[in-house]
């Protein structure tokens, strides 16, 4: 029988077909882009801002000058951190041409395009050299990498000694109270929405079953820690339905 901790994010995909997760994924978020903004606020009721905020001021605290947002899709939050650190570059990086397209709008229309860049590219080799950034974050994107392990290994890469990963991501919660509302809403209500909003069938189907098989808590700070960072923890947010992760790449 296979039970929540047989999964792994590698197993569940967009489209269930041979071809590689990362495609599929460059393809269901092409397919979504018009549409995302508003399914975050309208699944999240809204609460996305505040978490993104909280992830913000833990950067803003470490007072970075480069920063890189993995998995930016249409750019809230590089946009959120480029308005909160002062003098910071935010750079960025994406798979999906579709959603860097609408964060390339926003950018301008936020007057931020001296400072936000928007770049497509694999975030299973991210093409900046070692140790390029002060600051990695990451917000509801690696339950999409095609191995997160990977994932991992490449943004302590690209960090500096003493640099700092913060990643946000929606999680499992674990009460047995607010699991069964919760199992209702993401497993009846999202993918009914997001069928009459985005058109894509399987897009908001695929996302409850790929956070059932993200790994949480201690199992997920023990992937950063295996990638080689430091002082690993987790904040849970909202009764336990997303999480702040983060971890410190050492200096020696």
Request: net charge positive; charged share 20%; aromatic share 8%.
């Amino acid at each position: 029988m296979t039970t929540p901790d047989d999964l792994t994010p590698e197993k569940i995909t967009p489209y269930g077909t041979d071809s590689p997760k990362g495609e599929q994924v460059e393809e269901m978020f092409d397919n979504i882009a018009p549409a995302y903004d508003f399914m975050n606020r309208a699944m999240t009721l809204g609460i996305d801002r505040g978490w993104r905020k909280k992830v913000v001021k833990g950067v803003a605290g470490q007072h970075p000058s480069a920063i890189l947002d993995v998995a930016t899709g249409t750019g809230d939050l590089a946009i959120q951190l480029a308005r909160a650190v002062t003098g910071a570059t935010v750079t960025g990086i994406d798979l999906s041409e579709g959603m860097l397209s609408v964060g390339r709008r926003k950018v301008r229309e936020a007057g931020l395009d001296n400072r936000v860049s928007l770049i497509q590219g694999d975030c299973l080799s991210l093409p900046f050299p070692d140790n390029s950034f002060d600051i990695v974050t990451v917000a509801f994107g690696v339950r999409n990498f095609e191995h997160l392990d990977k994932g991992y290994r490449e943004m302590t890469r690209v960090l500096k000694p003493g640099g700092m990963l913060f990643v946000l991501e929606l999680t499992t919660p674990t009460s047995p109270l607010v699991k069964p509302f919760y199992k209702l809403y993401t497993r009846g209500v999202i993918p009914l929405l997001g069928r009459l909003v985005s058109h894509d069938t399987r897009a908001y189907s695929y996302l409850p079953e790929s956070i059932a098989a993200m790994p949480r808590g201690r199992r997920m700070t023990a992937m950063m820690e295996s990638a080689g960072m430091t002082g690993c923890g987790f904040r849970p947010l909202t009764l336990g339905v997303s999480a702040i992760y983060y971890g410190l790449k050492p200096k020696h």
